[in-house]
């Protein structure tokens, strides 16, 4: 069975102060690993797909990266508007993605 | 360019009535994701659809539950009998191409048992 586990499960931090969410996953033949952010009584957005070990990707403050076995989401300098929840999913032979319970993250000013 | 569009955003329904959730997808998308949220829970997978075909309905009661995406139409998630068990948050998402590829979700329908 697919698997995936995200750690810490909160996490604050003060303005500027970069750190990184993590996103352990099992699955088998990994097809896809996913990134979104989640604000309160909305839905996630979309940042980042992952599909291989080593590869990365930007956008502003985020950095995403994959190894075999997890894939972390580096937050640098993060603003008060960075708060929300991270979710992970990864995507295996059944092609159904399975998500992670997230990590909430709060920036203080 | 429109994004996903899931209604009602809110629905409130008694014990035993039905609940019925639509989600038009984004413009040329023709893959389509349920999924069920409850409060410090992850996402979970519930059906994956395609244009009139249901691809993988896995994680969805076999009672009760039931989903269609037309020909023409929304996608329908319908809920008969409800319990309150069955309070969630129900998002909707779609995707151009497979389920790796990168799929864009609704705002999502609360849906409240009393």
């Known amino acids: 069975e697919d698997q995936v586990t995200q750690s810490p499960e909160a996490l604050r931090l003060q303005e500027g102060e970069s750190s990184s969410l993590n996103c352990s996953y099992t699955v088998s033949g990994l097809r896809g690993l996913f990134w979104y952010r989640q604000d309160p009584g909305k839905g996630p957005e979309f940042l980042f797909t992952l599909y291989s070990a080593g590869e990365e990707k930007e956008k502003e403050r985020l950095k995403a990266t994959l190894t075999k076995k997890e894939s972390f989401l580096h937050i640098t300098a993060p603003k008060p508007e960075d708060s929300a929840t991270y979710l992970c999913a990864a995507t295996g032979g059944s092609y159904i993605p399975t998500f992670g319970r997230g990590t909430s993250l709060i920036v203080h000013p | 360019n429109a994004g996903v569009m899931q209604n009602p955003r809110h629905l409130v329904r008694r014990r035993g009535q039905e609940a019925r959730l639509r989600c038009s997808p984004m413009?040329?998308?023709?893959?389509v994701y349920w999924y069920r949220q409850l409060p410090e829970e992850g996402l979970k997978f519930m059906v994956y659809l395609q244009k009139e075909n249901i691809i993988d309905e896995s994680g969805m009661p076999k009672e009760r539950f039931s989903a269609e995406f037309p020909k023409e139409g929304p996608s329908i998630l319908r809920i008969q009998q409800v319990v309150r068990g069955d309070s969630a948050a129900y998002f909707c998402?779609?995707?151009?191409?497979?389920?790796?590829?990168?799929?864009?979700f609704g705002q999502g329908t609360r849906l409240t048992v009393v």
């Open positions: 998402a779609s995707s151009l191409g497979a389920p790796n590829t990168e799929a864009f």
């Open positions: 413009k040329g998308h023709s893959h």
